[in-house]
């Protein structure tokens, strides 16, 4: 009798385990859009840290002039004007009143500038990510995904004791995210809007953006399709603290809210699943080291926690809820060069995450500076 009892318990402890795992397909719109708060969290910070500037601007008035290879000395490592607006050296009129249409130092070049162009850079950026995605009580999920991005900014004024400046990005998206129960391939794109505002060592950078995502979800029924869409707004605070003429250290802290519309559809598996809305929060405290190594290279190290908070979503199938799935927090570091040449910049960046995510990741930015 006992025996038998024994049998029947390994029995049922087996059947459910083969239930969860049959039942993992119920949980594609959760991975889906975890994937989206992930990926949200690499297009607002690229975004912010690209219109920011390059990394010559991070030295403040403590960078040095220097000569350009053209023998046309109007660069600061390829990006600054040497002989440029009044408001890089302070100079003033009679009154003491800058004169926004005056060049040169004290206006000895020439008496009037033309006007400003409205955009002043453009911007072309590519990130992969390869990390493994840890959910309380369930198996690791392999995420492969590429982010291709593009920038505008203009409208560069003085504003009070600072500048401001607006820019548009926006871009597209694919990922695959796999484990032994589910594949999925996610495609979509998205637009967003820029501000940003530097009081000489003190940047603040404001975004939002929204996005579509469309999904294939195969599992052992078949192929679930259902579409993600997402809305976010973002702020990145930095303060640049020049130690000497070529290191800065740049202390800053990120903060996102992510809204992702969560679909309802008709499984393969002939269940209904529906799913509630997320609301996710982040904030990441980030310490950045900037250093110009010499001939207009610089390298970066930087590293960053973040801590992720909010509601992950309801699950609920022919009107039984289960348990959310929630990831963990995660430590993100890495190291990057860059350098000015004319009037390019390119960049290039390698990092690493662990904790809630695992994994490696690198990119590539090229920036225009009219």
């Given at each position: 009798?006992?025996?038998?009892s024994?049998?029947?318990?390994?029995a049922?402890?087996?059947?459910?385990?083969?239930?969860?795992?049959a039942?993992?397909?119920?949980?594609?719109?959760?991975?889906?859009?975890?994937?989206?708060?992930?990926?949200?969290?690499?297009?607002?910070?690229?975004a912010m840290?690209?219109?920011?500037?390059?990394?010559?601007a991070?030295?403040?008035?403590?960078a040095?002039?220097?000569?350009?290879?053209?023998?046309?000395?109007?660069?600061?490592?390829?990006?600054?004007?040497?002989?440029?607006?009044?408001r890089?050296?302070?100079?003033y009129?009679?009154?003491?009143?800058?004169?926004?249409?005056?060049?040169?130092?004290?206006?000895g070049?020439?008496?009037?500038?033309?006007n400003?162009?409205?955009?002043?850079?453009?911007w072309?950026n590519?990130?992969?990510?390869?990390?493994?995605?840890?959910?309380?009580?369930?198996?690791?999920?392999?995420?492969?995904?590429?982010?291709?991005?593009?920038?505008?900014?203009?409208?560069?004024?003085q504003?009070?004791f600072?500048?401001?400046?607006?820019?548009?990005?926006?871009?597209y998206?694919?990922s695959?995210?796999?484990?032994?129960?589910?594949?999925?391939?996610?495609g979509g794109g998205?637009?967003?809007?820029?501000?940003?505002?530097?009081?000489?060592?003190f940047?603040?950078?404001?975004?939002?953006?929204?996005?579509a995502l469309?999904?294939?979800?195969?599992n052992?029924?078949?192929?679930?399709?259902?579409?993600n869409?997402?809305?976010?707004?973002a702020?990145?605070?930095?303060?640049?603290?020049?130690?000497?003429?070529?290191?800065?250290?740049?202390p800053?802290?990120?903060?996102?809210?992510?809204?992702?519309?969560?679909?309802?559809y008709m499984?393969?598996?002939?269940?209904?699943?529906?799913n509630?809305?997320?609301?996710?929060?982040?904030?990441?405290?980030?310490?950045?080291?900037i250093k110009?190594?010499g001939?207009?290279?610089?390298?970066f190290?930087d590293?960053?926690?973040?801590f992720?908070m909010?509601?992950?979503?309801?699950?609920v199938?022919?009107?039984?809820k289960?348990?959310?799935l929630?990831?963990?927090?995660?430590?993100?570091?890495?190291?990057?060069?860059?350098?000015?040449?004319?009037?390019?910049?390119?960049a290039?960046?390698?990092?690493?995450?662990?904790g809630?995510r695992?994994g490696?990741?690198?990119?590539?930015n090229?920036?225009?500076?009219?």
């Amino acid at each position: 009798m006992k025996k038998a009892s024994l049998l029947a318990l390994c029995a049922f402890i087996l059947s459910a385990n083969g239930a969860f795992a049959a039942g993992s397909h119920i949980y594609a719109n959760t991975f889906t859009a975890n994937n989206i708060t992930a990926f949200q969290h690499s297009i607002m910070t690229t975004a912010m840290q690209t219109f920011e500037g390059t990394a010559a601007a991070a030295l403040g008035g403590r960078a040095k002039l220097v000569k350009h290879d053209d023998k046309d000395s109007k660069y600061l490592y390829g990006t600054t004007p040497m002989y440029g607006w009044p408001r890089l050296y302070g100079e003033y009129g009679d009154d003491g009143s800058v004169k926004p249409e005056q060049t040169g130092r004290n206006g000895g070049d020439i008496e009037y500038a033309e006007n400003r162009p409205v955009l002043n850079s453009s911007w072309l950026n590519w990130q992969h990510f390869n990390d493994d995605v840890k959910f309380s009580g369930y198996d690791e999920l392999n995420t492969d995904t590429d982010l291709i991005m593009f920038g505008l900014a203009g409208g560069e004024a003085q504003r009070g004791f600072g500048i401001s400046e607006w820019g548009i990005f926006g871009g597209y998206v694919g990922s695959t995210q796999e484990n032994n129960f589910v594949n999925i391939e996610e495609g979509g794109g998205y637009i967003g809007l820029y501000t940003g505002y530097n009081i000489q060592k003190f940047n603040l950078s404001l975004a939002a953006n929204a996005g579509a995502l469309y999904n294939n979800a195969e599992n052992e029924y078949g192929t679930d399709e259902f579409a993600n869409m997402w809305a976010g707004v973002a702020m990145n605070a930095t303060y640049n603290i020049a130690l000497d003429d070529s290191f800065t250290i740049q202390p800053g802290v990120y903060a996102g809210y992510t809204w992702v519309g969560s679909a309802n559809y008709m499984s393969m598996s002939g269940n209904t699943v529906a799913n509630q809305n997320f609301n996710m929060f982040e904030v990441a405290p980030e310490i950045r080291a900037i250093k110009h190594i010499g001939r207009g290279w610089f390298g970066f190290i930087d590293f960053k926690y973040a801590f992720m908070m909010g509601h992950g979503g309801d699950v609920v199938v022919d009107g039984i809820k289960y348990d959310d799935l929630n990831t963990r927090d995660y430590a993100e570091y890495g190291i990057g060069i860059e350098k000015s040449i004319d009037r390019f910049n390119i960049a290039l960046n390698i990092h690493r995450r662990d904790g809630g995510r695992s994994g490696w990741s690198g990119g590539f930015n090229l920036k225009y500076i009219f």
